[in-house]
């Protein structure tokens, strides 16, 4: 034995746990406490820290609507088992009477309809995306102050536990599994702090979300409304079973124009993996950004309202320019704005390009090459250069 007296620094994690972190940070934008602390627990997974017998987490997500609390758990799935469909989610709101709560654990031996109910909340649905090297599992309970008493009783014990119960009496582990159920709660005295009707308060936090930086004090009452409410909603049973309460904060501009950026490479990607199976390139002056900006910009609705914005302003045109044949494969679209008629205006700039130079122009995050490999367009330049050629029969 050799005595040291080294110094260790415990804030250092591993590698995949670092890994993870960096796609989450780039694809959740300005939730940074949501991202440690999924992190922080991950790692202690990683590292076989977690409690026995009970989930890898149980986190609470608060906060306003289209803040990325469901989008989060999309991405740490993506993340960790490549698919977002590894998600159970379970809309609380759904299940508030018994005959509803057998769709979630199947009904008991001898009930009408007992062969035809398949749980959804099933050990084989949890284990469904499983691969060879991560089984891991993720359950969102969407909307969980909208819970019916039965389902509360479910969920404490899956909570506490790690186990439910099925109709049929099999047992569901879920010790590998992270829990994460969101809540709305909050969302109006959170949305009173951020739209004071009342003169300097009012300019004041407007000013703060634009700019996308929240003072200290904005960001300390709005985390206090939020755990207030779930405090005062939630018994403390089902507070003490939780490992982290993250609050989830409003969106301001800056944020904003990280998510557009993200959103049109999503459209790009759906341009790609399209069934019709037509890839094209398009991309975005910066006044069509900022169009859609302004129209996408709305503090009650988050994201939600930039989404929608996109979908009507560009998805839609590019669908009717795809139907009618105006664009076809190997297209380079160029949307701009006209201040005019206040829309984006279409301009096709090059056609015939070849697969490996549309794959150049996109920013397509390395994590997803999936879709673009199955459409036939490699993110290496592929040997074959023409983009009808190099496609998969
Ligand atoms: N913080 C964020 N980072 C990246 N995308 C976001 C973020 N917040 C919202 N979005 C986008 O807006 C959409 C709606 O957000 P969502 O996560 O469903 O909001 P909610 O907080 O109501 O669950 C998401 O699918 C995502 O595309
Ligand atoms: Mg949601």
Same mark, same amino acid.
């Given at each position: ?16 746990? =670092?890994? $993870? ?7 959740? &934008? ?7 602390? *999924?992190?922080? *627990? ?35 799935? #993506? ?14 709101? =759904? $299940? ?28 084989? &649905? ?14 969102? $309970? ?37 829990? $994460? @159920? ?15 009707? !009342? ?71 759906? *341009? ?17 950004? =900022? ?14 309202? !930039? ?14 320019? *795809? ?20 829309? !984006? ?7 015939? @390009? ?25 993110? #290496? ?13």
């Amino acid at each position: 034995m050799v005595r040291l007296n080294r110094m260790l620094d415990p804030r250092q994690t591993g590698r995949e746990a =670092e890994k $993870f972190e960096a796609n989450l940070r780039r694809n959740i &934008v300005g939730q940074d406490d949501a991202v440690q602390q *999924i992190v922080n *627990i991950y790692q202690t997974y990683l590292a076989g820290m977690t409690g026995p017998g009970r989930p890898i987490g149980n986190f609470l997500f608060l906060g306003p609507t289209g803040s990325g609390k469901t989008r989060t758990v999309e991405v740490v799935a #993506e993340t960790l088992v490549g698919d977002v469909r590894a998600v159970a989610k379970i809309d609380c709101a =759904e $299940f508030q009477h018994s005959h509803e709560i057998a769709k979630l654990i199947g009904s008991p031996p001898g009930y009408l309809g007992h062969r035809e109910t398949h749980p959804l909340l099933s050990q084989e &649905v949890l284990n469904q995306y499983h691969t060879e090297k991560v089984k891991l599992s993720f359950v969102l $309970f969407d909307e969980i102050e909208k819970a019916s008493d039965a389902l509360w009783n479910l969920l404490l014990g899956i909570l506490d536990k790690a186990t439910l119960t099925l109709g049929d009496n099999r047992r569901v582990d879920f010790s590998r599994a992270m829990i $994460f @159920m969101t809540s709305n709660l909050g969302a109006s005295e959170m949305s009173s702090i951020l739209r004071p009707n !009342l003169g300097f308060a009012a300019c004041e936090a407007e000013r703060q979300i634009r700019q996308g930086v929240l003072g200290e004090s904005l960001n300390e009452k709005i985390h206090r409304a939020a755990v207030e409410a779930a405090r005062h909603k939630f018994t403390p049973e089902f507070m003490n079973r939780i490992d982290k309460t993250v609050v989830f904060r409003p969106l301001g501009v800056p944020e904003l124009r990280r998510i557009l950026e993200l959103e049109l490479n999503m459209v790009q990607q759906r *341009i790609f993996n399209s069934p019709t199976g037509s890839p094209f390139v398009f991309t975005l002056t910066d006044p069509a950004k =900022e169009h859609l900006l302004a129209e996408g910009t709305d503090v009650k609705y988050g994201a939600r309202h !930039l989404k929608r914005a996109i979908e009507r302003a560009l998805v839609h045109p590019l669908s009717n320019l *795809i139907a009618t044949e105006q664009v076809r494969t190997g297209d380079l679209i160029r949307v701009d704005f006209d201040p005019i008629e206040s829309q !984006l205006t279409f301009y096709k700039e090059a056609e015939d @390009m070849p697969a490996y130079a549309m794959a150049q122009m996109v920013d397509y995050p390395v994590t997803s090459p999936v879709g673009a490999v199955a459409s036939g367009i490699g993110l #290496e330049p592929p040997r074959v250069i023409n983009a009808r050629s190099s496609r998969r029969s």
